[in-house]
C-alpha cells in the first residue's frame, strides 16, 4: 500500500539534522518522521503536492514519494514496476555512505517515471518514485559515481564533474573562466579537458600536471587550445586588467567564508559583464548554517541570476555547490 503523505529524501550521511533545518527554514508544512542515515521521511500534512519533490533542498539529493517499506529488493522493484515506473534505480547505504548503484540503466529522460529502491540495513528496502525533471540529478540517489582518475590534482577534481553530471552543465570549448582559489588544480585540470581557458587565482603553487600548460601572461590565452594562467595573489587583489576580456564562467574553491567568497563573486562579476554562470563551492563550519541559504541565493540574484541553485552533493562534506546562471 502507498504511504499517501510520505515522502522521503536522501542526503549525505551526516546532513540529516541540516536537512530538516532547512525544510523548517524554508516554512514548508512537511513534519519529519523515520530516519536513518543518509534518510530521513516526511508525512506532508497538505498532501503531496505537484511541486513537492522539485522543491530545491540542498541537503537532499533525491525526493520520492514513499510508497513503502520491503524486506526485499526484488519484493520493492515489483511493486514499482506494477506502478507504471519507467526506470528502476537502486541506492543504498554503505561504508558511511549513500550510494547509488549504477546498474548500466540509460538515463531517464524529462517526464519519466523514475521509481527508486534504497537499502537502508539487510532487509530494509524502501521503495519510492518520483518525476524526472530538469535540475534534477539523473542518477540514482543524486550520486553519479565518478571515481578520481590518478593524475588528477585533487579531489576538486571530482566535486567539479559530479556538479557537471548533477546539473548536466556543458562548458564549451573556447570559453574561458576563472577560478578563486585553484590550486593545487583539480578544477582547473578538469577545465583544460574540457577545452575551457582558466585565469587561476591563488597564491598556493600548482600541480606540475597543470604547470605544464600555464602561459606566462593573461593575454596569451587564445584560441590556440585551452591554456591556464596562474595570478598568484589573493582573490581581493584580481584587477580588471587580471580578467581581460571575455571571461563566461566564475568558479570559486577558496577555504572562507560564504560571507567572503560571495563579496569576492559580486566584484568580480560586476568588474567581468561577460559571465555567464557561476559554480562557487561554499565552505561551512557547521552544515546548520544552510539554514542562511536565502541569503546566499539573494546575493546572487542581486547580481543577475536568474537561475540560482544550492547543492549537496554525494562527495561533498561540510560544503556546498551553488550554481548561478544569466
Ligand atoms: C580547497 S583548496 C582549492 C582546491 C582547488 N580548487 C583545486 O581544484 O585543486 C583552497 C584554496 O583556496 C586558496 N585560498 C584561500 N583564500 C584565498 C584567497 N583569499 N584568495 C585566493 N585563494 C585563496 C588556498 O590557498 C587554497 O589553495
Redesign the pocket.
Known amino acids: 500500500m502507498p504511504d499517501a503523505d510520505f515522502i522521503f529524501a536522501l542526503c549525505n550521511p551526516g546532513s540529516e539534522r541540516a536537512l530538516k533545518l532547512e525544510v523548517a527554514a524554508m516554512c514548508l508544512p512537511w513534519k519529519s518522521s523515520y530516519q536513518r542515515r543518509g534518510f530521513v521521511s516526511f508525512k506532508l500534512e497538505e498532501g503531496i503536492q505537484e511541486d513537492s519533490l522539485i522543491k530545491q533542498i540542498a541537503c537532499a539529493r533525491r525526493l520520492c514519494r514513499s510508497v513503502g517499506k520491503y524486506g526485499s529488493r526484488a519484493e520493492a522493484a515489483s511493486v514499482l514496476e506494477g506502478d507504471g515506473v519507467k526506470h528502476v534505480q537502486y541506492a543504498r547505504y554503505h561504508l558511511k555512505k549513500m550510494e547509488g548503484m549504477d546498474e548500466g540503466q540509460p538515463d531517464p529522460e524529462v517526464g519519466d517515471l523514475v521509481g527508486t529502491v534504497v537499502q537502508l540495513a539487510g532487509k530494509e528496502f524502501w521503495a519510492g518514485t518520483h518525476q524526472h525533471a530538469d535540475g534534477l540529478s539523473p542518477d540514482p540517489a543524486g550520486d553519479g559515481g565518478i571515481e578520481l582518475p590518478e593524475d588528477a590534482?585533487?579531489?576538486?577534481?571530482l566535486k567539479?564533474e559530479e556538479a557537471v553530471r548533477f546539473w548536466g552543465l556543458d562548458f564549451s570549448p573556447g570559453d574561458i573562466a576563472i577560478?578563486?582559489?585553484?590550486?593545487?588544480?583539480?578544477?582547473?585540470?578538469a577545465l583544460l579537458n574540457y577545452g575551457v581557458s582558466v585565469i587561476g587565482?591563488?597564491?598556493?603553487r600548482m600541480?606540475k600536471v597543470v604547470a605544464a600548460k600555464a602561459v606566462e601572461r593573461r593575454e596569451e590565452l587564445g584560441p590556440d587550445g585551452p591554456a591556464f594562467y596562474h595570478c598568484r595573489?589573493?582573490?581581493?587583489l584580481v584587477s580588471k586588467r587580471d580578467l581581460g576580456e571575455g571571461v563566461r564562467w566564475f568558479l570559486s574553491?577558496?577555504?572562507?567564508s560564504p560571507e567572503?567568497t560571495l563579496k569576492?563573486c559580486a566584484r568580480i562579476v560586476t568588474m567581468a559583464p561577460s559571465i555567464r554562470h557561476v559554480l562557487i563551492?561554499l565552505k561551512l563550519g557547521e552544515l546548520e548554517a544552510v539554514e542562511r541559504k536565502a541569503d546566499w541565493i539573494r546575493s546572487l540574484g542581486e547580481l543577475g541570476f536568474t537561475d540560482v541553485r544550492l547543492q549537496q552533493l554525494a562527495v561533498h562534506n561540510r560544503e556546498f555547490a551553488l550554481l548561478g546562471l544569466r
Do not use: I
Open positions: 590534482p585533487s579531489r576538486a577534481w567539479l577560478e578563486l582559489g585553484c590550486s593545487p588544480g583539480g578544477v582547473v585540470h587565482v591563488d597564491p598556493a600541480d595573489k589573493p582573490a581581493a574553491d577558496m577555504n572562507q567572503v569576492e563551492t
